[in-house]
Structure formats: C-alpha cells, structure tokens
C-alpha cells in the first residue's frame, strides 16, 4: 500500500477546511489602507452637509446660514438695494415694508454677526457673482455685536464653517486644515452610501431631522419656507424681559475695522454705494458707560467709511427704544421692525453721495416713493 495520502480523503479536507485564507485577508488589508489613505486625500464634499447635520436637527443659527448661503449662492437677478449685515438686519429690516416705502425691489441678505464683516463680504461676492450688482447696499448691525475679536469668531467655527461652504459649493477640494473635521473625514465607500442614501424614495433620519419642531421657530423646513416667503426677512418671536440697566461695551476691535475697510474696499472696486444702519438700542442700556463706549465706536466707523468714497453712515445719532421694543438686545419685535423698515427707507431716499449715478438713482427712488404716496 502507497505511503501517500490520497487527496479525496476526508481528514484532508478537514485539513484544508482549516487553512487561513491569506488572499482574502490580503485583498481585505490592502482594500482598508487604500480607503483610510484616500480618505485624507483632499476631496470634495457636500456644501449641504456643513451646516445640516446628518445626526441631529439644525440649530436656527445653522438653518439660517444654510438660508442665506443659498440664497447668495443661487442665480438669479439682482435687487435694486440689497440688505446685508448680521441678524440685527435680518429681524430688523422687511423687504416688503422698504419696497412698499422706495417703490423698487429690496432683498434681505443679512445673516448673523457670528461670522465677521469679512464673512458679510464673501457672502456679498457671492451673491453678486450669481446675481450682478445690485443699485444700494444697506449694511445693518447690532452695535453690541461689533465688539467681537478674531478669536471670538475663530472660536465659534460659523465663519470657518461658512468659507467651507462656499468653497465645497464650487466643488473645491477640502483644505488640508479640515483633515481633521469628523464629518468630513469620510472613507470612499462611505461617500458612496451617503450618495446612494441620499437618492433612495424612503424618509431618512436627515429629512425628519430638518422636519422636526424647535420650540417657537420650528422646523428647519418650516423655517426656510418662511424666509423665502418673506424675501429673507425673519420676525424674531422672543420678548426682552430685561429690567435694569445695563451698561454695553461696544468698542471695535482692531481687527473688526481692517474686516469692514476690506469689505468697503471691495464696495468701492464695484462702485456700489452702500450706507451703515446702526440697529437701535433698547433704553435701558443707555447709562454713562454705554454712551461712552458708544461714541468711541461712532468715531471708529467714522474714520472708516471716510476713508472710502462709496460708504455713508445713514443715520448719525444712534437711536434708542423702550425695552417693549425689543424681544432680545439685538432683535426688534415685529411691529419695531416694520418702522425700522419705514425708517431706514425714508432715510435712504433723502441720501446724497458723492456719486452722480447714485444721486440719480436716489432721486428716482424718491420720484416713485411720491407717486406711490399719490396713489393712496
């Protein structure tokens, strides 16, 4: 009888049945440093998945970018004055109301202050780049906002977050500093499922997210029908309960003024007027030291908007109202926003500049502000 086993024998296939299967194992390894190599590679990546997280509703403030990102974002035709600042504007200033007041169109751009006057303008960039120039810009802010430093915003991320956006909407690669980003660190299969997820007819965890209730603003969805309904404007629906005074530090950092000196540069490269609202403050911040620290700020914003032939300050006296005026330190509710509206529309008819093409369109502004006042 043969020394050798037969290879039919069955404590051979047991045997074999017991080998480990290097190839398969191989082939898994490799397809693993491939994927975790790639995934540090600068990629593209959804500009909707920066500020609408895939785990959990929007934030209001998350929501709100989103909007405004959009908007600036999305072709279309430009308004004759265009509103651009933080959410002092955005609560502050209806487009209706200012349209119904100037005769011409108005659209509300303004955002939040979270992401700094050099934010405003790349928002402002891209918007006219899918828009064209508008005639007027009106930028409005919260006096108190203005005292943040670049820490304050590096801090808070929304500036970050939102030249991300803009960047990952014209289909830039990620920038090697956000490697490290969770949400962006994504193996390449995984991008290929979010895809595919993305694409399939069944509600997702993401879209009930965005459909889920968040107190008195509400959903996501909600949120956004309501600004787009309303030209980007957004009623504030808290109400102040503040009861003493309180004093306001309102001194601009240096690095707040070189943000607004790049921001009008770029006004004055594209010759487009554009006029400072100081949003109003409530009355009981107005003590000693607010009124101190607030003149300093006016004489700051001074010497900026001299410094640049196109910018104007629209009302030099800063304006104060009772507390039942505001539903926070920086919002007004929404009768105050109405004749904020009326008001800072008033005031941009009776501006002069230095620019003949401005006056021009200014006195026709205030041509058809008469018709419509004899047509009612």
Sequence with gaps: MSSSISSSDPETHAANGKRVPYGLLLAIVLVAVIEATLSFVDTPIDANGIFLPDDRPPTVVETI???????????????????????????????RVMSDHVGTSVFNLCSISLIGADG?????ERYIRSHGRPRVIVYHYAPHDLRYTAADLAEWQF????????????????????RDSPQFRL????????????????????????SLPRGLFGSHNELVAEVSDQDGFL????????????????TMPESQEVAFD???????????????????????????????????????LKRITARHERAE??????????????ATLNHLRPLSAVVNS??????????RTMSSATDAFLLSLLAKSKSLSAKR
């Design 159 to 178: 500036r970050r977050s939102m030249f991300l956006w803009l960047a990952a909407s014209d289909g830039q690669a990620v920038a090697a500093e956000l």
């Design 65 to 95: 970018m989103e909007i405004k990102l959009q908007a600036a974002n999305t072709t279309g035709t430009a308004p004759d004055v265009l509103l651009l600042g933080d959410s002092s504007g955005l609560m502050g200033l209806d487009p």
């Design 235 to 250: 009623q504030e629906v808290n109400k102040d309960e503040t009861e003493q005074p309180r004093d306001l530090d309102l």
């Design 262 to 300: 790049e921001l009008l540069d770029y006004v004055d490269e594209i010759g487009v007027p554009i006029f400072f609202v100081s949003n109003p403050l409530p009355e009981y911040s107005k003590t000693r030291a607010t009124l101190e620290s607030l003149r300093m700020q006016q004489r700051q």
């Design 187 to 210: 193996l390449p299969s995984q991008r290929f499922r979010n895809a595919a997820q993305g694409r399939l007819f069944f509600v997702s965890g993401h879209q009930r997210n965005l």
């Design 342 to 351: 009326k008001e800072v529309a008033m005031a941009l008819l009776s501006a």
């Design 313 to 326: 300050i629209l009302f030099p006296e800063q304006r104060f109202l009772p507390r039942e005026s505001f």
């Design 120 to 124: 405003q303008k790349a928002m402002l």
